[in-house]
């Protein structure tokens, strides 16, 4: 079946370092989207990539969309506390328009 | 606005009751989404909906689930007779349009515990 793996599982990094999360797709992907969950808190959907090698900023995390549009990233630089959480990365298969399939999730804490 | 709405926040039942997990979705939106999170297996949609009517239930787990949306503005998951296994947070989120290329906006969950 269709799957989207995420690595690694956990990081835990020294607060300003930098963090990155990874996502493969088994499939080609329509777009994908990024959330991040605080402990003990829901999904929060933070962007959406749906071009071919497309890469966006928000402030210190950059997103990017593979050529293949089978794997993306997200890039966070010089960690605070405040980006402790789960990031989850969430592909829409290019065969199956409205199915969302969300990753395991990274879950990342930061060490002050 | 006041998100996404569900209800209760905290179930504990015993095992062989019914239980039945409440979802008032954002006004205006056409997609409705429920799914498990557990420990084990991570966030697994279980059913969505575009408008009313159920698309894939698929990741539905057996028939021991089952999920309704009577109206645009509200949706039941119920599950009978629960287990322990069922013992998750369950999200329900919701998307303006019929299609999953919007973001999805999640209510703050259900957690359920079956003894």
């Known amino acids: 079946g269709q799957q989207v793996m995420q690595i690694p599982q956990y990081q835990h990094v020294q607060e300003g370092e930098d963090f990155t999360t990874y996502c493969n797709s088994s499939t080609t992907l329509s777009n994908i989207q990024w959330y991040k969950q605080r402990p003990g808190g829901h999904p929060v959907f933070l962007i959406q990539l749906v071009k071919s090698g497309e890469v966006k900023k928000q402030k210190r995390l950059t997103f990017q969309f593979g050529e293949a549009k089978k794997n993306s990233s997200l890039h966070i630089t010089a960690t605070q506390t405040t980006d402790v959480g789960t990031y989850f990365c969430?592909?829409?298969?290019?065969?199956?328009?409205?199915?969302?399939?969300f990753g395991p999730g990274t879950s990342l804490s930061v060490i002050p | 606005d006041a998100g996404v709405i569900q209800s209760p926040r905290h179930e504990v039942t015993e095992m062989g009751q019914e239980v039945t997990l409440r979802c008032k979705p954002i006004s205006g939106h056409n997609s409705l989404f429920w799914y498990r999170q557990t420990m084990m297996r991570g966030l697994e949609l279980l059913i969505y909906f575009n408008n009313n009517v159920p698309i894939d239930d698929s990741g539905m787990p057996e028939d021991r689930f089952s999920a309704k949306m009577p109206n645009a503005s509200f949706s039941t998951l119920k599950i009978q007779p629960s287990e322990p296994r069922d013992s998750a947070v369950y999200f329900c989120a919701s998307s303006p349009l019929a299609s999953s290329y919007n973001e999805q906006f999640f209510g703050p969950g259900t957690r359920l515990t079956v003894l």
């Open positions: 969430a592909g829409i298969p290019k065969t199956s328009y409205d199915k969302v399939i």
